[in-house]
């Protein structure tokens, strides 16, 4: 089991950006493949990246590809997710998540074991 932290969301205009940040703690970093999920009010939980044990592969929501850059420095134990040209449908609680044993990434929600409490994104218009 790892523990994981996100922080960095906050509110923002549209077309400014945020960085996420999420920590982990517990087991080894670098043995878990990692992803970003977000869910709207009243909506399901959605993905939105996910990354590889290593960083060497990266999958991407359509809504989000092209300004959302998801990568990973295990020496630090953290992920992050760097948001740009923020639309007010991005607005959400943005959640971290990790799958032990994983080799490849992930964009099911079902695949991953471990889940932090979620930062809140909030694009205004």
């Known amino acids: 089991q790892v523990q994981l932290v996100e922080s960095g969301g906050g509110l923002v205009q549209a077309g400014g950006s945020l960085r996420l940040s999420c920590v982990a703690s517990?087991?080894?970093?670098?043995?878990?493949?990692m992803g970003w999920f977000r869910q709207a009010p009243g909506k399901e939980r959605r993905f939105v990246a996910a990354?590889?044990?290593?960083?060497?592969?990266?999958l991407y929501a359509d809504s989000v590809k092209g300004r959302f850059t998801i990568s990973r420095d295990n020496a630090k134990n953290t992920m992050y997710l760097q948001m740009n040209s923020l639309k007010p449908e991005d607005t959400a609680v943005y959640y971290c998540?990790?799958?032990?044993?994983?080799?490849?990434?992930?964009?099911?929600?079902?695949?991953?074991?471990?889940w932090g409490q979620g930062t809140q994104v909030t694009v205004s218009s």
């Open positions: 517990g087991r080894t970093f670098s043995t878990y493949a």
């Open positions: 998540a990790a799958k032990g044993g994983g080799s490849a990434y992930y964009p099911l929600s079902d695949d991953y074991n471990d």
């Open positions: 990354i590889s044990r290593y960083g060497l592969n990266t």
